[in-house]
């Protein structure tokens, strides 16, 4: 049992000692601290640094160049813009991973000068007693009506520094002036301004631009620059599939270096405003595209223009270059063919993490864009999550368009809305999301940064996640186990269903513990744009949002920012167990498609890589046969990141952060019967967790020691179970093991059971046993089947309930006592048998299997008594009697005496509205 009293005093150790050892907790996953669209930037911001060194300064004002930029004026160069003002950010704040400064400003150059070759720019010499511009022969031209960039490249030749900013005076534009900008004696800066002629301006040829200094530091100078004014073009543009308009994302790259909007959409800043989340640096950017409903009409500079579609990941993008006159009107129809039909192969995607609201948080948008954009992005299933947010001067819960369960009126059997709920701890457990659940799990969120300066730290994020899953629902970590710092405990408790935005490293820990978690990912929406990292989930038959949960549930998945992924070994599909032997052959085989140049394609197992091909095309396999050897989990992976931004310690294959990379969950292998396990993973793990039960006891806020003691038993708990992980893995497969073993390990099988009434008696019964009768009768409760293999080999069923009362949906584990006097170790199977049939047949209402986790096998162990865990899960509601039919490596033919047992099941129905006819 947890030691009770171990973290107590932490609450009066001196104030040094537990920064020290908080300081610790928060070396693991750093990338954490961007946490989905609450960026922050670090307290010692530049604008609080007096003096700033000259260095320091300089790096500074491009920071704030390069984020403007991406703020205000959408271009090709976005990537390099943001990976750039990361790299002058990490200057600014001392970063002790910042470039050299050579090689900063050598990148840096680079940059503007490929900014001045994208944007409109002029260079101007400005002396002691002068300024000049440089081109006076080529005139800069600008569209009437239409706002642009205006680069200012400032060489100042004087011995003093300047400060300046540009200001045109014969233009208008809706933004303040811009600020001023140091120019270093002897250097040059680039002063960003924007412009756009007045609509009167018939005769403009000539732009008065003014060098302002602050008052008292000098005169304002002008130049007079040589100017073309053109009227705009005119786009009216379709996207069509097939026969029909259908929505789509337009990107509109115009002679200016900019990208435009257009249509219906253009100043829905919910589209077009995001977070830069990844790298955290506390600034917005503009995304390169809008969205349209399938018709769209926008004016443009003349000159060269591309216009380029974009629907989902399954369809190549439709890209359009012209050239375009002033004043002229160019229609366009342009039509996205689809590669590949995921859906038609049974995968379903899905975004497992939106908030359909604005980027303030709280106020919603309507359900009818949501379903417009999943349209345009091929989105199959978006789960729209409710939150809690209150600070001291508001508070809100939202989305709030519709209650839990689905939105019938936006699902259909091609596109489902589904209401959930993201519940929440920022302080200590993480971030939780919810699906397939019926009503709000209260109190929502938790702690003082969730749910207000007043809020206690209680309940756990484990009672939450009881809760939900009382409901039929499933729990997934939103943000990997950064942010989710509970994330390892609630692993080794059968508390976590999937895993959002995981940094594969971590996630591979996990799978070296024995565990089986399925990948899965969500946008965060309005964090990111709606289905920018989504999951994949291949159902069974028709789709149906209740088949998308159970593929989850049985790890069928892979998560992508743009490629497909297909992994299969001996033809075991993703999600999949291989029973094999050592010296035996596994046939792995991965396919990639994509919509653009693939980049690294890797087959990895058990951490190392198997196999790679590098691939500039749009489609790749790899197939390699290996000897099992030990037993492995096998995953596919591929990543082209071309953004920069895995330099800056995020990875090439985390999904989330960034465009043109997917991972499978794995196919996973067993030799003799045994999980993946890796010592140092699950060492890992305990001492993390016991680095997290030190920060509860330190920062936690509870209302009495009793909530206290809840939290850190729980986190202890864990970390015990992780450090017996090996020996019970071991002992769960051994027929020698002791009353002592299974007593520890049998307890740790009825925590994973979840928060049943009978759970807490459970444990209490078996820690008091002293034989294995006893140690039988503390397992009754949970034992509803009993099973016994005479020495002939034949199998004995019995059901110790007439009855058993299940819900609709919710998954429900329950024990069967084996008595095994042959010593067989074949593995246990049973299957159900609707006799209600005519004939009798497989039950197609509900699944039963047994369970294999680290700490319960479904081989026997040879043993004479010994329990095995069962799982069934009822999707149809009512009263039916099933055969239950056991074999122990038999197979069904040839079973014996009594090898099946009948067995009532009542499952009550989910709540009315969970059934939506597709």
Known sequence: MPNRNRYRHIRFLPTVVVLTVLSCCHLFDMAA??????????????????????????????????????????????????????????????????????????????????????????????????????????????????????????????????????????????????????????????????????????????????????????????????????????????????????????????QDGVCRYGGEFATHSTFTDKPIIYPPIGTWQKTTFFYTAGRFEMKVPPGRTSVEVQRGFEHLPSKVEMDLNAGEIRELELECNRIVDMAEQGWISGDTHVHWVTNAWNVDEPLELLAMVQRAEDLRVANNLTLLQRYANQAFIKPSQSSMGPVAEFSNSQFHVQMGEEYRNEDLYGHLCFLNIDWLVQPIGTGSIIAGPDSLDYPINRTAIDACRDQGGISIEAHGTGGNKDVPVNVIHNATDSLDQMEPEMYYRLLDCGFRLPLTNGSDHPARTLGIARAYVKVDGPFTYAKWIEGIRRGRTFTTSGPLLFLNVNDAEIGDVIHTGATDNLRIKAKVISRHPIGRFQIVSNGKVLAEKVIDGLTSEIELSIAASESRWIVARCSNRTDGRSEFGFGDFNVITGPGVAHTSPVY????????????????????????????????????????????????????????????????????????EAKERLANVVRRFGNTRETESVLRAISECDSQRTLSDALAPLTWLAASVNPESRVKISAKRERIELLQGRPQRFLIQLENTAGITAPLGIQAIDITADPPQAATWCDIRVIDSPFSSVYCTGAVDEFKVVEILVHEEGLREVRLVADVGQGTQDLGFRATADIQIHAEPRRAHQSVEN
């Open 33 to 254: 601290s961007a946490h989905e669209g609450h960026t922050s930037v670090p307290a010692n911001s530049s604008s609080e640094k007096a003096p700033l060194s000259r260095r320091v300064a300089e790096a500074d004002q491009y920071f704030q160049l390069f984020t403007t930029l991406v703020a205000q004026w959408p271009n090709v160069l976005k990537d390099e813009l943001i990976a750039q003002a990361v790299a002058e950010h990490q200057v600014v704040h001392g970063n002790p991973g910042a470039m050299p400064m050579e090689s900063l400003r050598s990148k840096r150059t680079e940059l503007c000068r490929r900014l001045e070759n994208l944007l409109p720019a002029i260079h101007v010499d400005w002396n002691e007693s002068s300024v000049s511009l440089r081109d006076t022969d080529s005139p800069l031209r600008i569209c009437r009506s239409l706002t642009s960039p205006l680069l200012t490249i400032i060489h100042n030749h004087g011995d003093q520094d300047l400060t300046l900013r540009a200001v045109p005076i014969h233009s208008y534009a809706d933004e303040q002036p811009p600020n001023y900008v140091r120019v270093a004696a002897g250097s040059e800066m680039t002063l960003l301004t924007s412009l756009c002629p007045e609509q009167k301006s018939e005769s403009l040829d000539r732009l008065e631009i003014s060098l302002e200094q602050p008052p008292g530091e000098g005169s304002r100078r002008s130049i007079s620059v040589p100017v073309t004014v053109v009227e705009p073009a005119v786009i009216r543009g379709i996207v069509r599939e097939g026969d029909r308009d259908v929505p789509g994302r337009v990107t509109v790259q115009c």
């Open 669 to 740: 292998v067993q030799v003799d019967a045994r999980p993946r396990l890796d010592p140092a993973a699950a060492q890992y793990w305990a001492e993390r967790m016991r680095m997290h039960a030190v920060e509860i006891a330190a920062k936690g806020r509870f209302a009495n020691v009793a909530q206290q003691d809840e939290a850190v038993d729980y986190i202890e708990q864990g970390v015990a179970m992780f450090r017996s992980l090996g020996q019970q893995t071991r002992s769960a497969r051994s027929r020698d093991e002791s009353l002592q």
